[in-house]
């Protein structure tokens, strides 16, 4: 059986959401690096493995799989025991439902400011849009108003248990952070505690703490 | 007790659900929230959904929200025998399914709805069009039906052989480009439009496309 491959970038937005997932699961993994500065992921030979020219997309023994939230869902029903996706019918619809709001509400905008703020923290020669972060900061606030009510009854998004739908969150949901201080920031207002802490809950995860360096080959744990 | 949809029976996000309970042949009771006056944000609505959109649903005291989920949902609990969602011990047909969900969610929804908007809601209510948006909106979506061409030359349906609900996840905002702004994105691609003629001409889609 060979190590599954994760074909993306180091510090790349979405091959970080992946590997904080094979990191959950402790599964072993090859980065191979894309090499996007010159334009590799619109390569014909790339198109023909992920036609949308992203990164990143997973080669795990032959299976080529694409789309981060796929990915993640491919792994996690690989490996039930850790329960990143309940089985039970109910639960099962609940969790449809978080993992849909952090698509649906989340990640718009969150992607849009987050990606923007993490080219300017990283120095990457990007330009950025100062409305475009704005802009999508204050929907994003609106939506985390919603979260909050959600988040005051239940410990996280589809329950009382930590899912697939909760991880999704990350890495937008640190890089929108950076628009704010430790202390005060989208993620982590004293308007909105429980949002507050259940974010606190996600960031001090050895999955998340494990490639703030950004993402490298793992294959022991 | 029946399956209650809390929505507006022109809302795309309704009509989702409506399609999904005729496919599988559930009868649903449509409780109908009034968007025009505003009846998604009041606050015992918001109790249902806290976004404050439609539509929810409430299942004999089981209640949840965001279509998408509540169609999985249905599968789950109606859809006896049904490939609209693949079985999940078949772990391969499951990842293909998810990763035509998440294309279908992430590539296509967003420059769908917006497109419908400014072609065909501000029309309506007798605002602007914004050209320069109408044209980026225009090239972002073609270029990904491009994408939905090559991959429906080399198989049938978004996730593979079988017909699932990623395929018809896309009827709404299709059904509105296609045949209310009238644009040629689906007839101009001989596979794309192969596999909308399919998809749309279903007899639950055919229920609830102009009305859930």
Redesign the interface.
């Known amino acids: 059986m060979a190590i599954l491959k994760l074909h993306g970038g180091k510090q790349a937005t979405c091959t970080r959401r992946v590997a904080t997932v094979l990191h959950e699961l402790q599964v072993p993994f090859e980065l191979i690096e894309v090499d996007v500065a010159n334009g590799a992921h619109k390569s014909p030979e790339y198109l023909k493995i992920q036609p949308f020219g992203q990164i990143p997309y997973i080669d795990d023994d032959g299976f080529l799989l694409y789309e981060t939230r796929a990915i993640c869902r491919y792994i996690a029903a690989k490996y039930p025991e850790y329960g990143l996706i309940p089985t039970e019918p109910k639960a099962n619809a609940l969790f449809e439902q978080a993992a849909s709001v952090e698509l649906t509400n989340f990640d718009p905008s969150a992607s849009k400011a987050g990606l923007q703020l993490w080219i300017r923290k990283m120095g990457y020669p990007f330009p950025t849009d100062d409305k475009i972060i704005a802009d999508n900061l204050e929907t994003l606030e609106k939506k985390l108003d919603a979260y909050e009510a959600i988040l005051s009854k239940q410990r996280y998004l589809a329950g009382e248990t930590i899912t697939l739908a909760d991880i999704f969150h990350l890495p937008y949901g640190v890089f929108v952070t950076y628009a704010g201080s430790e202390s005060d920031s989208v993620m982590n207002r004293a308007s909105r505690p429980n949002v507050a802490r259940w974010y606190k809950q996600l960031i001090s995860r050895p999955s998340w703490l494990a490639y703030l360096d950004g993402v490298t080959t793992t294959t022991a744990y | 007790m029946p399956f209650k949809i809390y929505g507006f029976p022109p809302s795309t996000c309704t009509r989702r659900v409506a399609l999904v309970c005729k496919e599988l042949n559930v009868p649903y009771e449509l409780i109908p929230v009034n968007i025009p006056k505003g009846e998604h944000k009041a606050p015992e609505y918001?109790k249902r959904q806290?976004?404050?959109v439609v539509p929810a649903i409430d299942d004999d005291g089981?209640t949840?929200?965001?279509s998408?989920?509540v169609a999985?949902?249905l599968v789950?609990?109606y859809g006896k025998g049904s490939t609209l969602v693949p079985d999940?011990k078949d772990?391969?047909a499951?990842?293909?399914f998810?990763?035509a969900?998440?294309?279908e969610?992430?590539?296509f929804d967003?420059p769908a709805g917006e497109l419908f908007l400014q072609l065909v809601i501000k029309p309506m209510r007798g605002l602007p069009k914004d050209e320069e948006r109408v044209k980026a909106l225009l090239a972002t979506l073609n270029s990904?039906l491009d994408?939905y061409e090559?991959?429906l030359a080399k198989q049938p349906y978004l996730g593979g052989d079988i017909l699932t609900l990623a395929d018809l996840f896309h009827l709404p905002w299709l059904y509105g480009l296609t045949e209310k702004a009238k644009l040629d994105l689906v007839t101009s691609r001989p596979n794309v439009a192969r596999w909308y003629q399919e998809i749309s001409s279903r007899p639950a889609w055919q229920a609830v496309k102009d009305g859930a």
């Open positions: 918001l806290p976004f404050g089981f949840m929200f965001e998408r989920p999985r949902y789950a609990k999940p772990i391969i499951t990842a293909k998810e990763q969900v998440s294309v969610n992430n590539h967003e990904k994408v090559m991959v």
